[in-house]
């Protein structure tokens, strides 16, 4: 499998914000660890990469941002907007940031509010990209974050939040924490690379001008940090194994995984699948028939379109609940779901924050409309190795995430 993206992501920051050289081994290398990569670049980072050994070498400058002025292109991936944008404001200096026409339509004004509470200057006339950073340094103090849109903006505020010249770094969480496993990860990350958080309930106290204190990563001189594989990616090759009455094994996660979508063999396991954790690796085995569920998806929504995807061959409705922000992703995924799957000939009940799927005796043949988003791409494929006549529209939008999705999925259906 791939490396996980958004473990990729964040230990680029970290890295990059480290003293010293750090080969991050087992990297994603697609489109949005490339935009975070890019970024990196752009305020004056130096970075190398090698995609034939999965390995990106940073050199890091230990919470100083090199250059005072950057163009950060994230394209349409939301970690590296919600990442950089409190790492730039580290610096000194001017950084404007933008993207596509789709991230031009998801909110970061909640994380603008946040920066502007510790005393960021932040031009951002729409409350979504693009935006400028006005940056004097994180002189840390006192702020509030909303985090039921996005984790990631608390995420990012974490990120940054060691290297503030400042004492502390206080951060309240107003409201409910969104796809919380997110930034349990990032705690978890910071903790590996020797950094202090202290968190209690809504509380987040980060002390500041922190060093990462390399031997505290497990090794006497630190060289290299390890990426696991990446747990969503591997939710559509599990669901393949549910829906054929196959088996499926994957290598790298296990119930110590930093991924909260690691999860999603639960969910198979609650429709009639064997689930088998041992010797680091997830083994699904597929029943004769799947039984729907009813399942409150928030903690690990990127895998809502797995499920939806193979709900319609299960003997009982499926019911997703507690998803409604999956409507700002790189496209409005419930909506989208429900397009296709009634393209399909399937009953599908939309609601503010979910969906009711009924089972569907056959579904027609058509062509899945894609909204360039990776995972209805990757989703709808698992459900064409059950019904003929699905073809994918605009496959290559995969290449957000898992560039080369299509050709381990034949080579996987090749092996019986």
Excluded at 12 to 36: E, I, K, P, W, Y
Excluded at 96 to 125: F, K, N, T, Y
Aim: glycine letters at 10%; charged letters at 20%.
């Amino acid at each position: 499998m791939p490396g996980s993206k958004s473990i990729t992501n964040r230990a680029l920051a970290l890295a990059a914000l480290s003293d010293g050289s750090l080969t991050l081994t087992g990297a994603l290398f697609a489109d949005d660890t490339q935009r975070m990569q890019d970024c990196l670049k752009a305020l004056g980072f130096t970075i190398d990469a090698d995609p034939l050994t999965a390995t990106i070498t940073v050199q890091g400058e230990g919470g100083t941002i090199p250059t005072s002025q950057a163009e950060l292109f994230v394209g349409n991936s939301g970690t590296t907007a919600r990442f950089i944008s409190p790492i730039a404001a580290l610096g000194q200096g001017t950084f404007h940031l933008d993207g596509v026409a789709r991230m031009r339509e998801r909110p970061i004004g909640d994380l603008v509010q946040s920066l502007e509470g510790l005393g960021v200057a932040v031009d951002c006339p729409t409350g979504c990209p693009p935006l400028t950073i006005h940056a004097k340094g994180l002189h840390g103090g006192s702020t509030t974050i909303r985090a039921d849109a996005s984790s990631q903006f608390l995420s990012g505020l974490l990120l940054a939040a060691p290297f503030a010249d400042a004492e502390e770094t206080i951060i309240q969480v107003e409201g409910p924490v969104l796809s919380a496993p997110y930034v349990r990860m990032t705690q978890a990350m910071l903790t590996q690379f020797g950094l202090s958080v202290q968190n209690r309930g809504q509380d987040y106290r980060v002390p500041g001008r922190q060093q990462v204190r390399r031997r505290e990563l497990g090794l006497p001189q630190i060289e290299s940090y390890a990426i696991e594989p990446d747990a969503s990616a591997a939710s559509y090759f599990f669901a393949a194994a549910a829906l054929t009455g196959g088996w499926v094994r994957i290598y790298g996660l296990g119930p110590g995984s930093l991924q909260g979508d690691t999860q999603f063999v639960r969910v198979l396991e609650a429709m009639g699948c064997e689930v088998v954790l041992a010797n680091g690796a997830i083994d699904v085995h597929g029943p004769e028939q799947l039984t729907g569920i009813t399942l409150d998806m928030n903690a690990i929504s990127d895998t809502v379109m797995t499920l939806a995807a193979i709900a319609p061959f299960a003997s009982t409705p499926t019911v997703i609940e507690n998803v409604g922000h999956i409507r700002h992703k790189e496209t409005d995924r419930l909506a989208a779901v429900v397009a296709e799957l009634t393209r399909l000939g399937v009953d599908v009940e939309e609601r503010p924050d979910g969906l009711t799927i009924y089972p569907a005796k056959s579904l027609r043949p058509a062509t899945i409309q894609t909204y360039d988003d990776h995972r209805m791409a990757m989703a709808f494929a698992i459900t064409g190795l059950r019904s003929p006549g699905i073809v994918i529209d605009n496959p290559a939008c995969v290449a957000k995430t898992f560039p080369d999705f299509f050709e381990c999925l034949e080579e996987l259906c090749g092996a019986g």
